[in-house]
């Protein structure tokens, strides 16, 4: 065997441990988001823990009525935005309660079963 074939066996070895990695990690995934409001996963891509930080405001300890009345502003184009004017007229008002409620529950809360 030369060292070619090595590597390149080594290689193969490395894509097929990593598929059932990536599929654990879809599967352990899916039920964080079943039971989210449609819409709200997409919140949370932009607006992350406190914790970390970004320069994105988070939305963590927000009540959902704090979260419904920027949306109402920021469709109105009463408050100034870069990118939330566009994503709050996108949902309706009814679309926006229902994100602001889950959004609004602590993490555990979010996820647990009735
Ligand atoms: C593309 C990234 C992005 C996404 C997706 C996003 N936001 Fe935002 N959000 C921002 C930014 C940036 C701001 C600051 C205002 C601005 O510049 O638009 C903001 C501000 C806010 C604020 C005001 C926060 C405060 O404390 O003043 C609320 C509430 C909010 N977003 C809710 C939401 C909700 C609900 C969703 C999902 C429907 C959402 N955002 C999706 C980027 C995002």
Redesign the pocket.
Known sequence: MTSHDLSASKDRRGRRSLAPVLLMTLVASAPAWADAAP??A??????GPAALGS?????DG?AAA??????QA?RSGE???????R??R??TEE??RA??EW?AKPEAARHAKP
Do not use: K, N, W, Y
Not at 42 to 47: D, K, L, N, S, V
Not at 55 to 59: C, D, E, K, Q, R
């Open positions: 819409g709200a997409a919140c949370t891509g932009c607006h320069a994105i405001p988070s939305l927000h704090d979260i419904v009345a920027p949306m920021f408050r100034e935005a870069t990118v939330m004017d994503i709050a996108g949902f679309e926006t994100i602001a959004l």
